[in-house]
């Protein structure tokens, strides 16, 4: 038998850890540097000036971070087929340099594909808070999954 998680092993309610990265000053710029190059993710002095206060990550280097613990902690472990986009995204709080962001999914819906009936959609909320424990970015998202036998 598979250790893989499939779509009849998810229920309403249920959570997942996904684990925990550690974000440093080099990765911010790089990131920025690469993928979304305002002065306020390149320059501490820019990101002092601004709203942010500080330096920050990008927005969506806070979010490829957090997929990719999604990944690691339960997309690689899955029958997993991919999703369809995200319904919802917020950025919630700056992450700064030396921050450790710590991510959790939670099921909020299964519902089987008529037009498919290999697989089943998992819509799970996604959210990664600080060390201090607060939340910087959350986001809800259905996943296909494979069922362990069709029509099941």
């Known amino acids: 038998m598979s250790d893989l998680i499939y779509f009849e092993d998810f229920a309403p309610g249920q959570s997942f850890d996904l684990g925990s990265v550690t974000v440093s000053k080099e990765e911010v710029i790089e990131f920025a540097s690469e993928f979304d190059p305002q002065p306020f993710h390149l320059d501490e002095e820019a990101g002092k000036a601004s709203i942010l206060g500080g330096l920050a990550a990008s927005g969506w280097h806070t979010g490829s971070l957090t997929m990719r613990l999604l990944a690691e902690g339960l997309l690689n472990k899955s029958s997993g087929r991919g999703s369809p986009g995200i319904a919802r995204l917020q950025w919630k709080r700056p992450v700064c340099p030396g921050d450790t962001l710590s991510a959790r999914a939670e099921v909020l819906e299964t519902k089987d594909l008529r037009s498919k ?36």
Do not use: H, M, Y
């Open 117 to 152: 009936p290999d697989l089943g959609i998992v819509t799970v909320r996604v959210t990664a808070a600080n060390q201090s424990g607060t939340e910087v970015v959350l986001w809800e998202s259905p996943i296909l999954f494979a069922k362990r036998e069709a029509g099941a």
